[in-house]
């Protein structure tokens, strides 16, 4: 991708423009081998591959002629040019591939709230692009020129909120349909089984029509075996080629019987089911009714998962684009909880799960403990606001007319003693060089520090009195994948440098309250002359 700055203006051109000659020589030679195939009035293949070439030029040909223009007047691609005014915000939309790897792309969203996504600039995970230079010339024409919604990035991706993958609830409706694909066969299954169980030897008096539902006794002289088939397992084959030219049974079978064996085939309904040796006896496998419900029940439980990312989704819809969403592990490990009881109950009683009061037992304490789960999971994956902050030219609130009769409880501030909380600066300071802190020490005769482990060793104190909160937020996908979900952010004004301090809730306001404590005692204890 080429980005042309001139003047008040950018404009972003393909990377692969200088291949489009290579692009229409495809499509051309594709659109030949087409018609000529469609001429001669037979060779298909050669047909299909004009069709196949002509197809491929086509998709290519989008990207090789992409170009994205902005200046004073607005965004122009080739479609329509879009004016400042109707640009409400520019976002980083973030897609994840099945191999690995992330693309960027720039999100436009307009003032009736509708989406559209630049062809260009396009940015790829270790490749070095400019992606970023152009995401923010187009910003910066945007401020220049439009009024932005959101003063900061926002990056959109599957882990946050405003834009969620299609790919989930499609997963979710092929999980239940294969779920329910097998539980329609379980009866099913479960009858074949009991027929097969119940079946008896044909006799001479068993009419022609019955002797499908009857078992056939047929002797054979196995000819030879083969153990060699990767897929099939293993083959017999049958002297004369009686009563069939070959059978297909497992490798251990194979391996069993001999040339010149004598055995016993038993048919029914058409199929060999057995085969009956001096020395060893194969059967055919039977499906079993217990495992189809045991694999219908692990399919939809691995339903659920994709139906709680859904479900986490919706419930948090109103948070603000860009913020990650709490964590769906909680309700993979109540599909887990569930599947603990659910799964043996399916296998051992697949077709009688409330007939007997053992049973009907099992499934009402298995559901109550998944309902306690999922009451666990649904507060785990809740979502605290940040406490409010105070501006730091704000007044207190006026004190009452009247006074309590008895003074509040004191809040449990500091404990005695010195702690060190789990939390982290995300950049670079001379209190935090190279991000070595993953700890803050409080308490003790000591202002808060900044440690690299749960000690005092090599702590550098925090300069509490050029500090000031400006706001308590979540996790935005901006702050980085290293930051848990619970976390909430702090960001800060460090003389004039933004800083960001992230830890868990009730952590991080225990901590701006120490600092802004210490940076109180700084200001008493410096000379009015020295401030």
């Given amino acids: 991708m080429n980005g042309v700055n001139r003047d008040d203006a950018v404009v972003f051109r393909s990377p692969w423009r200088r291949g489009l000659r290579v692009v229409v020589g495809i499509m051309a030679a594709g659109a030949a081998l087409a018609a000529l195939g469609l001429a001669l009035g037979g060779p298909v293949p050669l047909a299909g591959v004009g069709v196949l070439c002509l197809g491929l030029g086509l998709a290519a040909l989008r990207p090789a002629t992409a170009e994205v223009g902005a200046d004073a007047r607005g965004i122009r691609t080739r479609r329509r040019t879009v004016p400042w005014p109707d640009v409400a915000d520019l976002r980083v939309r973030v897609k994840s591939w099945p191999r690995g790897g992330q693309s960027r792309h720039v999100l436009m969203v307009l003032r009736d709230g509708s989406e559209r996504q630049l062809p260009l600039p396009v940015g790829w995970d270790g490749t070095e692009d400019d992606f970023t230079p152009g995401l923010d010339a187009l910003r910066a024409l945007h401020r220049r020129h439009g009024t932005p919604e959101s003063d900061h990035l926002v990056v959109v991706s599957q882990r946050t909120a405003g834009r969620g993958s299609v ?10 349909a294969g779920a329910g694909l097998a539980a329609w066969l379980v009866p099913h299954v479960d009858a074949e089984r009991r027929e097969w169980q119940e079946a008896a030897p044909c006799t001479a008096a068993t009419p022609a029509e019955d002797r499908r539902d009857c078992l056939t006794r047929i002797p054979a002289v196995i000819e030879r075996t083969d153990q060699d088939e990767p897929r099939s397992g293993g083959l017999l084959y049958f002297t004369g080629d009686r009563p069939l030219d070959r059978l297909t049974v497992s490798r251990e079978a194979a391996h069993e019987f001999e040339p010149g064996d004598r055995v016993e085939l038993t048919a029914w309904r058409g199929e060999v089911m057995e085969v009956a040796g001096s020395r060893h006896v194969w059967r055919e496998h039977v499906p079993v009714p217990g495992d189809l419900a045991a694999v ?50 399916c296998h ?26 999922a ?44 702690v060190f909380l789990p939390a982290r600066f995300l950049e670079s300071t001379d209190y935090n060089p190279h991000g070595f802190g993953t700890h803050i020490a409080l308490g003790g005769d000591h ?4 440690t690299p482990s749960p000690g005092r060793f090599a702590a550098r104190t925090i300069p509490a009195r050029r500090i000031t909160v400006k706001e308590v937020r979540r996790v935005r996908a901006t702050d980085g994948d290293t930051v848990p979900r619970s976390w909430h952010i702090a960001d800060l004004d460090d003389a004039g440098t933004p800083v960001r301090l992230a830890a868990a809730p009730a952590d991080l306001a225990r901590i701006l309250r120490a600092v802004e404590a210490a940076g109180t005692l700084e200001d008493a204890s410096t000379p009015a002359s020295d401030r």
Avoid: I, N
């Fill in 296 to 345: 219908s029940a692990g399919l939809a439980l691995a339903a659920g998962y994709p139906a709680a990312l859904m479900l986490t989704r919706l419930r948090l819809r109103r948070l603000p684009d860009g913020e990650v969403l709490p964590s769906a592990l909680p309700y993979a490990a109540v599909l887990v909880g569930t599947g603990a009881w659910l799964l043996p109950l």
């Fill in 447 to 450: 202002p808060p520090a900044v």
């Fill in 348 to 373: 051992l009683h697949p077709v009688t799960l409330f007939d007997t009061p053992k049973t009907v037992a099992w499934a009402a304490a298995g559901t109550a403990a998944t309902l306690a789960m």
């Fill in 375 to 418: 009451a666990w999971a649904w507060r785990a994956t809740g979502v605290r606001p940040p406490a409010p902050q105070a501006a730091p030219d704000e007044e207190p609130d006026e004190e009452p007319d009247e006074e309590p009769d008895e003074e509040p409880d004191e809040e449990p501030d500091e404990e005695p003693g010195e």
């Fill in 167 to 176: 790919w989930v609830p499609v997963l979710c409706l092929l999980l239940l």
